[in-house]
């Protein structure tokens, strides 16, 4: 992603799932039409022209094609140089925000190795509570609560353990978890193609296909072929991911 680019990044405050924005119902996960993003250097991405209805859309493609800034568009961080978008019925960048959330991308959702899970948990709860509300402190019973739907039946790490001491997908369930605080309808996962064990993978593509039949739309990025096969073979029969090449 060129460092010229206009990205906006800005978090929701948080709210029940069934009132965010004003997204059509049965719309469109993603439809671009002749989408693009041009920085000072060239090309970003695009023209592209694409539609998804599925549970899950997979972007595939290289690191240095444009996947990053694909996902930052569909979420209503990043400006379209040209062409139009709409995510779940919504086109303009604020609807947007406030119907998806960011996991993978290391400018946004990173987490600090030397704190605490509970620590991480409390601050992005601060985030997503209304300035009036204050933040409670996470016991292990609230932490349990924050990790449910992302962990499902999964072993949760421990609100006193080190992030660095996470293993690589807890980590990633734990920045699902982050996201999630906030209710989104659908969350764009950067850089899935970034665990490199296979079992790990796997696990998370279970995880995210589950989130998905319980209503939340999937956007993931990936270099690998295989993982749109990995997604389907978690989906339900005739819930095949559908497929962005750049």
């Known amino acids: 992603m060129s460092s010229n680019e206009t990205v906006v990044i800005a978090a929701a405050p948080g709210e029940d799932r069934g009132r965010r924005g004003s997204a059509t119902a049965g719309s469109a996960t993603v439809e671009l039409r002749a989408a693009h993003v041009r920085g000072s250097r060239g090309p970003v991405f695009g023209p592209l022209t694409a539609t998804s209805r599925s549970l899950v859309t997979v972007v595939l493609g290289p690191r240095g094609s444009g996947r990053t800034s694909l996902l930052l568009s569909i979420a209503g961080r990043m400006q379209l140089s040209g062409g139009s978008l709409s995510t779940m019925g919504a086109t303009s960048p ?17 987490l600090e190795p030397a704190v605490t899970l509970g620590a991480t948990l409390r601050e992005r709860l601060s985030w997503a509570l209304p300035w009036y509300r204050r933040t409670p402190r996470i016991t292990p019973q609230l932490a349990r609560e924050l990790l449910a739907d992302a962990f499902g039946d999964l072993e949760q790490p421990g609100p006193a ?17 982050l996201a999630l605080i906030e209710t989104p309808r659908l969350l764009v996962v950067d850089d899935f193609d970034a665990l490199r064990d296979p079992a790990d993978r796997a696990l998370i593509a279970e995880r995210l296909s589950d989130l998905a039949q319980q209503g939340i739309r999937i956007v993931l990025a990936s270099s690998d072929p295989g993982d749109a096969a990995l997604l389907e073979r978690a989906l339900p029969a005739g819930a095949a991911p559908a497929l962005i090449e750049l």
């Not at 353990?161 to 734990?174: C, G, T």
């Open 94 to 110: 604020a609807e947007i925000r406030r119907l998806t959330g960011l996991v993978g991308f290391e400018a946004v959702d990173a």
């Open 161 to 177: 353990l080190l992030v660095r001491d996470l293993s690589p997908s807890e980590e990633m369930l734990v920045r699902v978890s």
